[in-house]
């Protein structure tokens, strides 16, 4: 499974930027996806995650009311809507597929492959 993650880019405090995961076809029906984030010096943090099943969804803490993951399975694309940026918020996100999450939403262990990583910076 190939995942592809774009869409990052320069912001400024406050502002939006939507990330895209591509996936090959089929993949959302079967993997749940996850955005995680990583940012210098810290560990790999669970961001968002969306069931292969009913599509219901998860965020962490410091994203909740503020990011909004969604998926249009026709398209095989997973989407992460960022809003109201903040300088905390800088990282490389990765988005992940995992075929047997269970409740470990946010370890990385729980996901079989990922995608690259896309860069999200947020600065005035």
């Known amino acids: 499974v190939q995942l592809q993650a774009s869409g990052g880019g320069l912001v400024q405090p406050g502002g939006s930027l939507r990330l895209t995961c591509s996936a090959p076809?089929?993949?959302?029906?079967?993997?749940?996806i996850a955005w995680f984030r990583q940012a210098p010096g810290k560990e790999r943090e669970g961001v968002s995650c969306?069931?292969?099943?009913?599509?219901?969804?998860v965020y962490g803490d410091s994203v909740k009311g503020r990011f909004t993951i969604s998926r249009d399975i026709a398209k095989n694309t997973v989407y992460l809507q960022m809003n109201n940026l903040k300088p905390e918020d800088a990282a490389v996100y990765y988005c992940?597929?995992?075929?047997?999450?269970?409740?470990?939403?946010?370890?990385?262990?729980?996901?079989?492959?990922w995608g690259q990583g896309t860069l999200v910076t947020v600065s005035s």
């Open positions: 969306i069931s292969s099943s009913d599509g219901s969804t």
């Open positions: 992940a597929a995992g075929s047997m999450v269970g409740v470990h939403l946010f370890h990385p262990g729980s996901y079989d492959y």
């Open positions: 076809r089929g993949t959302l029906e079967y993997y749940a």
